[in-house]
């Protein structure tokens, strides 16, 4: 009977059973282990551990000492992994961490997309002098009754009571509130306060030197409190009638009845019937208190006024009815949203969302590593134990390095941005081929463990260093460009290949020993042998499509490819604030907040020296007039509140001017005060009119005019005031609000803008460019393409450098480059074809493919440097590294895949283009670099340096076993294919 009949005959052993022996087996060993457990012998083994380290250093060399205690160092790798897990963030709101706080310093603020010294950074320092530029919106939607129906009005109010319930107090969380329902209550209130203002301002008058005994002051509080009984029928800081109310908000729209820019900042008719449908409340907070603790209070208050039950409507009298109404039965909603909210989802919630789909990643990995080591694919045969063993090998240590090089940055504190969230995906795609060159080697070695172990050491061991540094210098080709996020990326990429390295030569020779590996050797797969056959037959073919493919992609690809940066593209998607941020801006042409930073006193006390307030004032009006005639462009200033508070009354100051006009009254005065009383007033007529009508018309008087500027500030609440003017009213902000659009339009918009500042207006006012989301977004644009460069260049130039050195030969590193170049050429064509922009992710694709696809190239290149050159090696190399290569890019792209499952839209294109490329870098290593080596050979040229190339130039034929190879080769790549 033959062998197989043999074989055949005998009966199979069930999988459970051989597993629940081999558990057996361990058990029964452990069992005896204890029981011979000899506390003398241990003890004596511990003290002389010192001596046998040293021994086996002479001996062995370092080998020896990392493979001397197998257990131990295993052992002390993961207790150290425990520690750096609990940093890592892995343990975030679970009940094993003890505090709520992220163990990651994420800092989600788009600030830190500047470097320092950038003129936008500096202007936004100098806006945060005297204002704050933390804001939030709450999003108003109702859609049953229009924004400025009373009711809806009073629902606002509340709401903006509840958040900021001291008004002109800065010991509260909120340092002011602007919303249509605050300008109704501002301008309701004004009447007492401009009575008021205007008693005292007439007595200062009297009082040059601001004398507080003066009589005249002692004579403005007495008329004060006499005059001040009739303020609640002039009006307070409240919601008023429904007629008041509509007369407040017709003064918001312009005389051929569309809405003014103030207006439309603050409410909006989006489905054109007529009615006020969407309205936000804009609301900048304190910077003392953390985002998340303001949003957490703000979000709660929220909540409960939404179920809280009110009167459904009050009557005249302000008497509530008896019906009760929660938000549902009024048919609003309020959402917050803002670039606080969004800076809040970005920094909280990124590494939760990492941290939920990493397990998949690490179950793909897995799955990768063990169906290409349990022979399946290499015979059809399965052998799970194999698998297993090679998993626990070449997974484990770079699942711990993952650990710690999020650990270590949780650890020390580093402050660092969204996108490290990439971070974790590449380095467990990447790390585990440290471990397989090592495992693939210890296979094929013959021998006791020991000798197994160093042997593949010492073949392998320089070979993965030099992979861990031509991978280190491409990543760290990323900390040159002046963005921090960018920076952050290539230190945690650059540093996480180190821990993985380190961690490889600690865990693998140990985790191998233990375990035992033992791998059969198989053939290379057909379809590799077939492969190699296109570039040694057709290399000029090969090398002549990479070209064109090279030049397509440089002249059209690259023109083709916009730089857009989508600052919402970089948040949650599904994040509330995210969705309704996106609705806010296209409902109100607003989102990318902006700030324009005015320079001129204002106030009726400014220098004499300088231009007159009013002119000023009239020169701010100008530039605004001219910042809403740029296309989806909003701008407000101090002007509009003068426009909106009407004198709101009809009648004539002629019975007024008639006390005034006679010879008991000082001529001077009444020649000054003649313009602005002796005319009839309209319900039309705004503080604007009043105060710039006579100037019209040739007959202003400056003393008059800064009269009344003192009596209008005074007339407002700080917190309004505030909003616009410095306290030394020195400085004035114009908010100019753009919508999030791409970015080729809003740097339309930006250049527009930032052309109007730069004209002479009225009034000699200085005014900075404009600074804010929109303009940080257009100096991070244009930082990004040539950061692109700059850390690419730097990538390919100190990557060929390094193979130089270490091969002793230029030439050779350049040929072993060549492929990696081609491969980041062709990204503008790949880029192209996927429609994906140039964004703040998608700017690290070229360093970080000049690290991971030099791998490739270096695992081919040093077996044709190991077999001297030629047809015949080329052949070798190329069909036995293919299944190794195959397999690398095959789990890097099983690593990667997962993070598709982070809803951050800016991260999909980004993963999609890094994985077609890494293909595209597998293949070129696979065909590109053996056409260029085979067309070198049939020119004559030499393309190896070392002994077996100067033997084969000497006419001394191939040299056919490793034994010939010199020393410098033999140390480099071995041939990983062989364990295949």
Not at 83 to 102: N, Q, R
Not at 514 to 526: F, I, V
């Amino acid at each position: 009977m033959s062998d197989d009949s043999k074989s055949a005959g005998k009966k199979k052993i069930p999988l459970q059973n051989r597993l629940s022996s081999i558990v057996g087996h361990g058990q029964e060993k452990l069992t005896s282990r204890v029981k011979e457990w000899d506390a003398r012998k241990a003890l004596d083994a511990v003290l002389d551990a010192p001596k046998s380290l040293q021994r086996e250093w002479q001996k062995h060399g370092a080998t020896g000492i990392l493979t001397k205690f197998p257990i131990f160092v295993v052992a002390m790798c993961l207790l150290a992994t425990t520690f750096f897990v609990y940093h890592s963030g892995f343990l975030d709101g679970t009940s094993l961490k003890d505090t709520d706080e992220p163990s990651l310093k994420v800092n989600g603020d788009l600030e830190v997309y500047l470097p320092s010294g950038s003129p936008v950074k500096e202007t936004i320092k100098e806006v945060e002098q005297n204002w704050s530029t933390n804001v939030m919106i709450i999003y108003i939607d109702s859609p049953d009754k229009p924004i400025d129906d009373r009711r809806i009005l009073q629902e606002m109010s509340y709401v903006e009571k509840k958040l900021n319930p001291r008004i002109s107090d800065p010991t509260d969380d909120v340092i002011y509130a602007l919303s249509l329902s605050t300008v109704v209550k501002e301008v309701n209130s004004s009447a007492p306060r401009l009575r008021e203002a205007l008693i005292y301002q007439l007595a200062a008058e009297g009082c040059p030197d601001n004398d507080p005994d003066c009589a005249a002051l002692v004579a403005a509080g007495w008329i004060d409190d006499i005059t001040s009984n009739g303020d609640p029928i002039l009006g307070n800081y409240s919601i008023p009638s429904q007629q008041t109310i509509n007369t407040i908000v017709n003064e918001m729209y312009e005389d051929d009845g569309t809405p003014s820019p103030g207006l439309d900042k603050l409410t909006r008719d989006t489905d054109g019937d007529g009615f006020l449908d969407r309205a936000v409340i804009i609301i900048a907070v304190d910077e003392e208190k953390t985002a998340k603790e303001v949003i957490e209070q703000t979000q709660e208050i929220l909540n409960d006024i939404s179920k809280e039950e009110r009167a459904c409507s009050w009557d005249s009298n302000g008497q509530p009815s008896a019906d009760l109404c929660t938000w549902d039965d009024l048919g609003i909603s309020m959402t917050l949203t803002g670039p606080v909210p969004i800076t809040n989802a970005v920094t909280e919630f990124s590494f939760k969302l990492f941290w939920q789909i990493f397990p998949m990643a690490i179950v793909l990995v897995a799955i990768g590593l063990f169906v290409f080591h349990s022979d399946v694919l290499q015979t059809g045969s399965w052998r799970p134990i194999q698998g297993f063993k090679v998993v626990v090998i070449a997974g484990l240590p770079t699942l711990c390095s993952v650990f710690w090089t999020l650990g270590m940055m949780g650890w020390t504190n580093y402050e660092v941005t969204m996108t490290v969230i990439i971070v974790g995906p590449i380095l467990l795609a990447l790390g585990v081929s440290y471990g397989l060159h090592i495992t693939n080697r210890y296979a094929e070695e013959t021998g006791s463990k020991d000798e197994k172990i160093r042997q593949s050491l010492s073949s392998t061991g320089r070979a993965v260093f030099l992979s861990a540094v031509t991978t280190v210098i491409g990543f760290i080709s990323l900390t040159f460009t002046p963005m921090k996020p960018i920076e952050t990326v290539g230190i945690a990429l650059s540093g996480g290949i180190v821990i993985v390295y380190i961690l490889t030569m600690l865990m693998v020779p140990n985790l191998t020993l233990l375990l035992d590996l033992r791998k059969a050797k198989h053939p290379p797969l057909p379809v590799f042998e077939k492969t190699v056959q296109i570039p040694i037959k057709f290399s000029k073919a090969v090398i002549a499509f990479f070209i064109l493919m090279i030049f397509v992609s440089g002249y059209w690809g690259q023109a083709n490819v916009e730089e857009n940066i989508d600052l919402l593209g970089m948040a949650p998607e599904d994040e509330p604030s995210v969705v309704t941020m996106k609705q806010y801006s296209k409902d109100f042409n607003a989102g990318q907040v902006g700030m324009i930073l005015v320079h001129g006193d204002i106030s009726g006390n400014a220098p004499i020296t300088e231009a007159e307030p009013v002119e000023k004032l009239l020169g701010i009006s100008a530039l605004e007039d001219e910042l809403n005639t740029i296309d989806q462009t909003t701008a407000v200033s101090i002007v509009f509140l003068m426009k909106s508070v009407g004198v709101g009354v009809n009648g004539s100051g002629a019975p007024i001017w008639d006390v005034l006009n006679q010879p008991f009254f000082p001529e001077d005065l009444r020649d000054a005060f003649e313009p602005y009383i002796n005319r009839t007033y309209t319900e039309d007529l705004t503080y604007w009119e009043l105060l710039t009508s006579p100037r019209a018309n040739g007959t202003e008087n400056e003393n008059i005019e800064r009269f009344l500027l003192n009596v209008f500030y005074e007339s407002l609440t700080d917190e309004t005031r505030g909003l616009f003017i410095s306290d030394d009213y020195s400085r004035n902000l114009i908010y100019v609000d753009m919508p999030f659009v791409p970015v080729a339009e809003t740097s339309k918009a930006v250049t527009l803008v930032n052309e109007y500042t730069s004209r002479d207006y009225e009034g000699n006012i200085h005014a900075e460019d404009l600074t804010g989301v929109a303009a940080v977004a257009i100096a991070v644009n244009e930082l990004i393409v040539g950061s692109q460069w700059s850390s690419l260049g730097f990538a390919v130039i100190l990557t060929i450098m390094t193979l130089a050195i270490v091969f002793k030969d230029i030439r050779f590193s350049l040929w072993t480059t060549a492929p990696v170049i081609a491969t980041v050429a062709l990204q503008w064509l790949v880029m192209w074809r996927m429609d994906v922009s140039l964004s703040l992710v998608t700017v690290m694709i070229g360093s970080i493919l000049v690290g991971v696809g030099v791998d490739f190239s270096i695992h081919i290149a040093n077996r044709i440097r190991e077999l001297g050159g030629g047809i015949e090696a080329i052949r070798t190399s190329t069909v036995s590294t293919g299944m190794s290569l195959f397999e690398a890019a095959t789990v890097t792209t099983l690593g990667m895949v997962t993070a598709y499952q982070i809803p951050i839209p800016e991260i999909k294109p980004f993963i999609t283009v890094i994985i077609i490329l890494l293909w595209i870098a597998a293949a070129s290593a696979l065909i590109l670099l053996p056409a260029i080596f085979v067309l070198l050979d049939e020119l004559g040229i030499g393309s190896t340096g070392g002994s077996s190339s100067m033997a084969r130039k000497l006419g001394l034929g191939k040299i056919s076993n490793r034994g010939d190879i010199d020393a410098m080769d033999a140390t480099l790549i071995p041939d990983y294919g062989d364990a295949w």
